[in-house]
């Protein structure tokens, strides 16, 4: 009798699952736009110039590895402020946001979430319809019950407004709303300014607890464009949450470079929520690791590297959109008959292609070209060399 005789095997995660089997297969023309990774024209995962000037810098330096704080370097922190709500803002100014950095965006929304579910064990938390799948699992092993609120609306290619706002104007008080500030993953859709005033009114109304995510901060419009939700939130005088990632932005997905930020009323407060944030990473892992969060650090905080990486974020953006046009001209001149030009209209890494379940498995075993189920492929792993045969592809299944 084994300790584990009852441990039932866990489903394979979805994404990952994917990627394995795109290994295996032994077709040539294979093209993996499951995962939510940015690839160059080349179809590498880039180690951005900004980067590799900033451990440079770090290499010669020499320097020993102590222990961080346990909030993480205090730089890095004081950067991702300043990123976050602008390096002049009030909050910022006030000393009334607590900052600590995190293993990743995953890591700023698990440490989000225990602190949370402290605060107010019942509260429920809504998800977007669909999200980011790993959402429902991190608040729900946070001890949370999870729901969605509608998000998307399928038949017409967009947001489904009425439904979401139902949602969160009779969601009970203290219920806790994770958004995705932008590039909404899975599909693509983003809320207008004009909506996330309607959002954050409903949130205002209903006492509800923002918790933004924003894993793709520079993806859509540009980094200053990108942040419109937390402004809005900002101006409302609400308390919330923002996780951070640099895995995409930064390119630096194995680093786990990522924050959580908590803006409060005051810096008495901001101090108190700190404290408890605090013992949510000493419990879990002690304190952050070096490297990456240093790397963050030397590129926000050093003007050229800051420049750089700027520019760096905007090649991105734009090859992501140029991926966006010219699949939809391609698809076009395959001679598909159906629109696709919402995939144009569409932001961020990913787009919801409308394609059925059964497409897409056709997709992947008669062409190898690999994308998740439920219709959504990355379009930043799309380059100049597979977009033909991807159109193609397409071209045959629908
Ligand atoms: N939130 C969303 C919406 C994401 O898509 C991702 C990454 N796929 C994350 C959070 C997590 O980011 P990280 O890899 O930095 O933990």
């Known amino acids: 009798m084994s300790l584990f005789n009852a441990v039932e095997m866990a489903p394979r995660d979805p994404i990952l699952g994917l990627t394995e089997q795109y290994v295996a297969d032994p077709n040539p023309r294979k093209v993996n736009l499951g995962v939510g990774v940015y690839y160059d024209d080349n179809g590498k995962l880039p180690l951005l110039q900004c980067v590799q000037k900033a451990e440079e810098k770090m290499m010669a330096a020499h320097a020993a ?71 429902r699992g991190i608040f729900r092993d946070a001890g949370f019950t999870v729901e969605t609120y509608p998000y998307y609306d399928a038949e017409r290619k967009g947001i489904n407004m009425d439904g979401m706002l139902t949602a969160l104007s009779t969601a ?6 994770v958004l995705h500030a932008c590039c909404h993953n899975p599909t693509g859709y983003d809320l207008t300014p004009a909506q ?20 793709y901060q520079g993806f859509a419009q540009g980094i200053a464009e990108d942040g419109i939700a937390v402004q809005k939130f ?10 951070t990632s640099f895995s995409k932005s930064l390119s630096l997905y194995g680093e786990r470079v990522g924050a959580l930020s908590v803006l409060c009323q005051s810096a008495e407060e901001a101090g108190r929520v700190l404290s408890q944030l605090k013992i949510v990473i000493r419990t879990n892992y ?24 700027e520019q760096e974020l905007a090649a991105m953006r734009v090859r992501i959109k140029q991926m966006r046009t010219a699949i939809v001209e391609k698809l076009k001149a395959a001679g598909v008959q159906r629109d696709f030009s ?9 787009s919801y292609s409308g394609l059925t379940k059964d497409q897409m498995v056709r997709l992947r075993n008669e062409f190898g070209v690999y994308g998740i189920d439920s219709g959504r492929i ?12 991807v159109a193609e592809c397409i071209a045959k299944v629908v």
């Open 65 to 135: 590895r102590g222990y961080l704080p346990i909030d993480g370097i205090a730089a890095y922190d004081a950067a991702i402020k300043n990123l976050v709500f602008g390096a002049d803002s009030e909050p910022v100014k006030a000393g009334r946001v607590a900052t600590v950095q995190a293993l990743g965006g995953t890591g700023g929304l698990k440490i989000g979430a225990d602190f949370l579910h402290k605060l107010d064990p019942a509260a429920k938390v809504l998800i977007s319809d669909p999200s980011w799948e790993n959402h």
């Open 172 to 177: 009970e008080a203290g219920t806790v709303v």
């Open 196 to 215: 996330w005033d309607q959002v954050v009114a409903a949130v205002q109304s209903r006492k509800l607890v923002a918790f933004l995510d924003m894993a």
């Open 234 to 243: 900002l101006a409302s005088g609400l308390d919330f949450f923002v996780s």
């Open 286 to 309: 002690s304190n952050p690791p070096t490297h990456g969060g240093q790397v963050a650090a030397t590129i926000l905080n050093t003007p050229e590297l800051r420049a750089l990486w």
């Open 342 to 350: 919402f995939i144009a209209h569409q932001v961020g890494m990913f």
């Open 378 to 389: 990355c379009v930043a792993a799309l380059n100049s060399k597979n977009i033909d045969y």
